[in-house]
Structure formats: C-alpha cells, structure tokens
C-alpha cells in the first residue's frame, strides 16, 4: 500500500541518485545508430525523456522498439551516436558503462525470472544490500509489500514460476525490478500477458508507483490506447526512424504524416481542395488546423469526429441543412459503441438507389448507442472540430 510519502512500507522506492533528485532530461540519446550486420535496425536517433516521466514508443513489429530498450539498457551498444542517463555518458565513442552499472531496471517481454528460485527468492534478489542482509522477516516483508504493489497476494512468495501464468510472472518481474530502486525503468511490454481488466489495473498500479518514487520510465507497446493513456510523451518508430515525438493528444490529433495518424488509431482520410482555414470534401466543407498546404491535398478526421444521424424519410438535405447524406453498408458492434461503415451520395436523402450506390467515398465512422445502426439506413453526416490536412493523396 502507497502511503502519502511516497513510499511503500519497509520499501522506499524514491530513485536514488549521488547528486540528488535529477532535473531536465534524465535520458538522452543523439544521434544514435544501430545495425546488425547489413540490416540498419535504428537510423539517427534523437530522444529525450524528461526527469521523473513515462515516455513510451510505439511501432509496428520490427521497427526497431525493443533495439532502442537494450541500447539504453545496456544490453546492447550503438554504432555511433551517444546515450546519457542522468547527466552521465553511458554509451558513445570510448565509453560503454556496463548494463549492470547503469542504475536502470529493466522488465522485458518473458519476465526471465529464475526457474529453481521461488517468487519470493525471485523478489529478493532486487533487494538492495540493507534488507538482503537484513534478518528473514524483514525480507519477508519486503517482498510482501512489493507482491501487493503489482496486486499479487503475498503467498504467491513460496510458488515458483512455473506454477504461475504469464500474466503472474510478469507482474513478479516487475515487483523484482522495482526491488532494485532503480532511477530508470525499461518496460518491454510488461502487460501484454494480462487479461483486459487486470491490464488496466495493473498499468494504473505502476504508472501511480512509479510516478510517486520519481522513476524515469521507458514503456514499449503495440497497443495504441495503452500507450496514449500510461504516456507523458508518445514517440513513434517506423522502419528504425523517429516520426514523432509529442504529447499523446498532441500525436493522436496532429499527426505529422498519414503513416502516424493511421497507427495511432482509425482515420478517415479524403481527398480535398485546400483553401483559407478549411478544405472541401466528400464531407463537404470542414474546417482545418493551421496548414500552408493550399490546392489538391487530404485532410484527416478521427471517426469519432464525424456525427451521424438518421434521415427522416422526406426530408432533403437541403431541408435539413446537413453537410453530406450516405447510407449505411456495414456495422461492426463493440458493446457501448458501433462502427459504421458509409457510402456517401450527392443526390440527397432522395436520391434514387442507382445513385447512392454508384461508387461514392466510403468512410468509417463510429458511434455511441445505436444511432443509424441498421445496414442499408440513410444518413446524415458532419464534421466537428478541424481536420488535419496532408500534402499526399491518400
């Protein structure tokens, strides 16, 4: 349990440091390239973490995530290039601190607990010098209060690996590298393992412990809504190269290109004419953020951004004054919301079926309750709030 201090019982997990508590970037890298024989893995590399935050790196398979966690680690050196961590070199030309001299904790994918040793032992082998020379109780205590920080109960201690789930064992390595007190945390998709509840749980568990001991934290992940909710700064990878690097609201809203703006989540992205503050589309006109781009281009909105709602048999869209009138093809039901997949007309509400269904611009929308739910529905669409526009046709 986390009492007001910060710490956690006999454990306190405020990041030790021999100048006091860091400020500024706690980790920096510069420049950094890395390469496994002709196959470049990271090209040029420029990130800083600030001081006591969670950063966290998203990118499709092989693009190089965990490459980036073992070169700040430790585990791994780069080809040039310099990584600093807490104000000290730790790789660059004629220096590589090792792995074990770097004050970083690191949970990778598998957990890689010792198989002969049981969970508590696995515990305690974190523990610094005082309580792993400290009498059995108060190491039994110890690793008690850590098994309760990833909400495990505390007789998990005397099990052993095997007789734990995935999910279980990472949670144990976790608690193991959390024993260490370590200024930085390396996190290699620690929570892929757990089921969908507990993985919420446990993740908010971690952010607010980590948050409150002060530990600077990498997390690499695939999953886009777990990344935008744990991180302070989201840093998107492709194909070894840094797309960008922002706030994840900032990301998710103002993409830099089409490739982050369609791995960050769904996209609705449509050719259009770029003028003054706003761009014509399927959609009619919507308004867009800030942009020199004028002239053919693409604007992108979120699903979320577009409204939908039933046309009243009748009515025209001139009647009703509605930027655009589709009809439903396709839904796909997630409980609390829906997506809707709709074809887009010109013809209005009205309009003969041969014009509703001769090839118009099919965008994906996605709503709460059951608005327009039924496939073949008519509707209306409009656009809320700005779009982002996009020299590339999409």
């Known amino acids: 349990m986390i009492d007001q201090g910060g710490a956690v019982g ?5 990041a030790e440091t021999e100048t006091g508590s860091p400020t500024g970037a706690a980790i920096e890298l510069t420049g950094v390239n890395k390469s496994f024989g002709s196959t470049r893995i ?3 590399i420029a990130l800083s973490v600030p001081a006591g935050s969670r950063t966290v790196v998203v990118g499709s398979s092989g693009s190089g995530k965990t490459t980036l966690l073992r070169l ?7 080809d040039s290039g310099t990584i600093t961590v807490l104000g000290r070199t730790v790789a660059g030309p004629g220096v590589a601190v090792a792995a074990h001299r770097r004050g970083i904790g690191f949970v990778a994918q598998d957990g890689a607990l010792f198989p002969h040793l049981t969970v508590g032992q696995n515990i305690a082998f974190g523990l610094g010098p005082a309580l792993r020379g400290g009498t059995r109780r108060q190491r039994a205590r110890a690793v008690s209060e850590l098994l309760e920080m990833v909400s495990l109960k505390h007789d998990f201690a005397e099990r052993r ?19 260490r007190r370590p200024r930085v945390m390396l ?6 393992a757990l089921d969908a509840g507990l993985r919420a749980a446990t993740r908010d568990i971690v952010a607010d412990t980590l948050e409150r001991a002060g530990i600077t934290t990498v997390l690499v992940t695939h999953d886009q809504a777990e990344a935008m909710s744990f991180a302070h700064q989201l840093a998107v990878l492709r194909d070894g190269n840094l797309c960008q690097v922002g706030p994840p609201r900032e990301v998710y809203w103002r993409p830099v290109d089409l490739f982050t703006a369609r791995f960050l989540g769904d996209a609705v992205v449509l050719p259009a004419t770029i003028g003054d503050g706003f761009a014509v589309c399927a959609l009619g006109t919507v308004a867009v953020a800030p942009t020199s781009l004028r002239g053919d281009a693409c604007i992108m909105l979120r699903p979320e951004q577009i409204v939908v709602d039933e046309c009243e048999p009748g009515v025209t869209d ?4 509605v930027s655009c009138t589709g009809q439903v ?5 997630y409980g609390p919301e829906v997506q809707l997949a709709v074809r887009l007309f010109s013809g209005g509400a009205a309009a003969p079926a041969s014009a509703q269904s001769s090839g118009g611009t099919l965008v994906h929308v996605r709503q709460h309750g059951a608005i327009g739910t039924a496939v073949g529905s008519r509707v209306t669409l409009a656009a809320r709030g700005t779009a982002t526009a996009f020299a590339a046709r999409p």
């Open 10 to 14: 006999a454990i306190d997990l405020s």
């Open 187 to 192: 996190l290699d998709e620690p929570f892929s």
């Open 161 to 179: 690996p095997d007789e734990l789930s995935g999910g279980q064992q990472q949670r144990v390595a976790l608690a193991r590298a959390l024993a």
């Open 42 to 44: 990271l090209e040029d």
């Open 318 to 321: 001139a009647a009703a004054s």
């Open 329 to 333: 093809e396709a839904v796909d039901f």
């Open 72 to 78: 700040i680690s430790g585990f791994e050196l780069p």
